[in-house]
Each structure stands twice: as C-alpha cells, then as structure tokens.
C-alpha cells in the first residue's frame, strides 16, 4: 500500500475513534447536565490556580469568541457550577470562578472522561494501551502543550 494511502487509511481511522469518543464522553456527560463544550469551559477555569480567569482569558485560551464564552459561562452560572466575581484591583473586571458545586462537577467530569476512556479502551491488555499512550504522546505533542485539554 502506498504511504499516501496508509496516511488516509490512518487518518480516517483517527476520526472515527475521535468521533467514538466524543460519542461516549457526551453520554457520561448527559446525566451531569453539561454538555462538551460547558466541560472544556469548566475544565480550564480549574486551570487558573493564582485567580480566576477574565472573561478574555477564557477566549483567548479557548480559542473561541468571547461571545461563545459569555454563553457557556451563563449556562453554567445558572446551573451554580460558576459564577462571576467583581476584580478586587478594578471592579469594571469580571471574573469566573469555580462554586463549590463547581468543583464537585469537576470530579464528576473527570470520572465521566475517565468512564469514557475505558469504554473505548477496554479492548486493549495493559501493554497494549501502554504502547498507545507513548504513540499519542508522539503524534499529540509534549504534555505541556495539551495542558488545557485536562
């Protein structure tokens, strides 16, 4: 096979375990209430340890409009699992912080990923996934550059 067509087949693979996966971790996520997206959000303002995040902050680190921001954070704020607070040094600042509910989502999502994951990965023995863990790492980039993704 020639290595244009392994290249595709490789690809084509990749995005229907992508798509699988999405599949699997929107239902962990369906009984939370959360949707993908709403978890990315939360996930990244855990992120901010020192303080919370500017609404521009969440945007830029998203990669997203901050229009996008501003509707995932109300759907959130409504749920209590975020809510905004006035900047200390200039009150024209709003910032995102996590409630304690918050925080309980948080594990809860980090169990649904991880219930998601094992869902697709169960197939594999321990060296198997072993190996599959070293081969993302390869093709993902350092740990570092996926920070955000946790």
């Known amino acids: 096979m020639p290595a244009s067509d392994?290249?595709?087949q490789l690809a084509e693979q990749l995005l229907?375990?992508?798509r699988r996966l999405h599949r699997a971790h929107k239902r962990y996520l369906e009984p939370l209430g959360i949707?993908?997206?709403q978890a990315r959000l939360l996930r990244t303002v855990a992120l901010y340890d020192a303080e919370p995040p500017r609404m521009a902050d969440l945007a830029a680190r998203l990669?997203?409009?901050p229009r996008a921001v501003t509707t995932l954070v109300d759907a959130l704020e409504a749920n209590g699992v975020v809510r905004r607070v006035p900047d200390p040094s200039n009150r024209r600042v709003i910032r995102i912080e996590l409630t304690?509910?918050?925080r309980a989502t948080l594990r809860?999502?980090?169990q649904a990923r991880r219930?998601?994951?094992e869902d697709i990965l169960e197939p594999l023995n321990a060296r198997e996934r072993e190996l599959?863990?070293?081969?993302l790492n390869t093709l993902a980039g350092s740990p570092r550059d996926c920070a955000d993704d946790r």
């Open 6 to 8: 392994a290249s595709g």
């Open 16 to 18: 229907r375990l992508t």
């Open 35 to 37: 949707t993908p997206a």
């Open 63 to 65: 990669e997203v409009v």
């Open 100 to 102: 304690d509910a918050g």
């Open 108 to 110: 809860a999502l980090r």
């Open 115 to 117: 219930s998601a994951a």
């Open 132 to 135: 599959l863990g070293s081969l």
